[in-house]
T-cell receptor, first 114, second 113 residues
Framework: EAGVAQSPRYKIIEKRQSVAFWCNPI?????LYWYQQILGQGPKLLIQ????????DSQLPKDRFSAERLKGVDSTLKIQPAKLEDSAVYLC????????????FGPGTRLTVL | KQEVTQIPAALSVPEGENLVLNCSFT??????LQWFRQDPGKGLTSLLL?????REQTSGRLNASLDKSSGRSTLYIAASQPGDSATYLC????????????FGKGTRLHILP
């Protein structure tokens, strides 16, 4: 079974530029998550999708961050414009269906904002 | 507000030793607790998941315990190996949130050959 795929793996941009990250969850997984992990911290949930609908985006900085999962499969996370404090690893995770299932994480995208 | 704390932040031990990683949480109303492993440049891998009604879970050389009333969990690693070097993260799922999990900052473990 293929795992959660993310691209790119690394990205370096200057502040005020835009960037987008892509995630392909495990086939058949209805729930998809985006996390932000700042160096030395645990992952923080940014947004959760159930199929193509948003379940929780309470911690997403909506003035600059946006995310979509149009067909209930792949998802993209965008930052526009980026700030220095956005430097972090952005993790995507997916879960099959049941609330008792564990989340499966992708390798992450490391973003550096200069 | 649920907060998860992991002590120590970093730990180095010689190969072969048994070790314990600690996790504490402020609100005992949890659905489950999970221990993850994170290797550099890689995502998180679930190691053990303990439901709130359970006291411990074991997988190979790993044993995780849960004392919900005191808000504590420990991850015990027996006969440590250099391949165990990684960051270990503790995460709790609050009872009142269907799906959200809250992570600690992790413990960076280095096993000395």
């Amino acid at each position: 079974e293929a795992g959660v795929a993310q691209s790119p793996r690394y990205k370096i941009i200057e502040k005020r530029q835009s960037v987008a990250f892509w995630c392909n969850p495990i086939s058949g997984h209805a729930t998809l998550y985006w996390y932000q992990q700042i160096l030395g911290q645990g992952p923080k949930l940014l947004i959760q999708f159930q199929n193509n609908g948003v379940v929780d985006d309470s911690q997403l900085p909506k003035d600059r961050f946006s995310a979509e999962r149009l067909k209930g499969v792949d998802s993209t996370l965008k930052i526009q414009p980026a700030k220095l404090e956005d430097s972090a690893v952005y993790l995507c995770a997916s879960r099959f269906k049941l609330s008792t299932d564990t989340q499966y994480f992708g390798p992450g995208t490391r973003l550096t904002v200069l | 507000k649920q907060e998860v704390t992991q002590i120590p932040a970093a730990l180095s031990v010689p190969e072969g030793e048994n070790l314990v990683l600690n996790c504490s949480f402020t609100d005992s109303a949890i659905y489950n607790l999970q221990w993850f492993r994170q290797d550099p440049g890689k995502g998180l891998t679930s190691l053990l998941l303990i439901q709130s009604s359970q006291r411990e879970q074991t997988s190979g050389r790993l044993n995780a315990s849960l004392d919900k009333s005191s808000g504590r969990s420990t991850l015990y690693i027996a006969a440590s190996q250099p391949g165990d070097s990684a960051t270990y993260l503790c995460a709790v799922r609050p009872w009142d949130r269907d799906d959200k999990i809250i992570f600690g900052k992790g413990t960076r473990l280095h096993i000395l050959p």
